[in-house]
């Protein structure tokens, strides 16, 4: 019994570190194109410090990732992350017409692909939407418009969690030693115990590390502070009750760890754009009963 309840605990967590990486995502995009490649195509043993799409469209030729070796088909995309030596080749027969994007995908100082089980390519024979997706990619990243920046991120966001959508990386989460072990028990010790007064000295004992480090440690690894962290999770479940229940504002305050109503009515409107009383009316009318007590703001 203790075994299952361990393993699904850590399941739990697992998806919410990735949930939280997710939410912590910071993209760039270096360069992106759709060409055929000329018969000099070719590079070998070098080490990009960006990751690489590439959707083979038509043609032959030859790629190396670490240790594994393809000859990509039309209809596969392929993932080539950074840090890792690749080479590239054009080989004989007709020349490879593909779409291809550079990128940084980071949480903090962290890859994306080097946290997530993430396979080195996925089939998209049947599937239409990466075409579409690097067009859109494209349209943007050549537009001069002043949101321009803002449409190429969005793109390729919508990029990525296509790829991690279709090669069931939403399943398979993290990689077991993408989070150290200390800093597992770090977030499941907040999530058990977000409601009470946690300090950042508790917090760097359980990790076993000093606080000023365990404060940069934890930003590096997660792209937030362990105050950010606890307080999104005080606010998240602030939505819920606030949507599930008819609990007064300072009983609700008083579960999530905010017992002060002032504070916790303006960090609430500053995480959701709603006071508490009318994100409860928007979200879960039928709570309220007509004569219902009104939260106080």
Known sequence: MSTAYGSESMNVNNQQLTRMYMENLEVRVTAAGYNQVWTDWRELDYTPDYNKFYLICEGEGWLKIGDAEFSPQPGEWFLMPQGIKQSFSYTSGPRYTKYWCHFTARIGERNLFDLLQTPLWIDTEQDSGPIELFRELLKHHNDSALTGPLLVKSAMLKLIAHYLEQSAVTQQGLRPA?????????????????HRNLTIEELAELAHLQPNYFIRVFKRQFGT??????????????????????????????????????????TFKAFTGFSPSAYRLTFSPEQLPVNAKKPQQ
């Open 178 to 194: 993408a989070v150290s072990e200390p800093l597992q028990q770090v977030i499941s010790h907040i999530q058990r115990c977000y």
């Open 225 to 266: 502070s362990p105050i950010q962290y606890i307080n999104k999770k005080r606010l998240e479940e602030a939505k819920l009750l606030l949507a599930t229940t008819n609990l007064l504002l300072s009983e609700i305050g008083d579960r999530v760890g905010i017992p002060d109503i002032s504070y916790l009515s303006r």
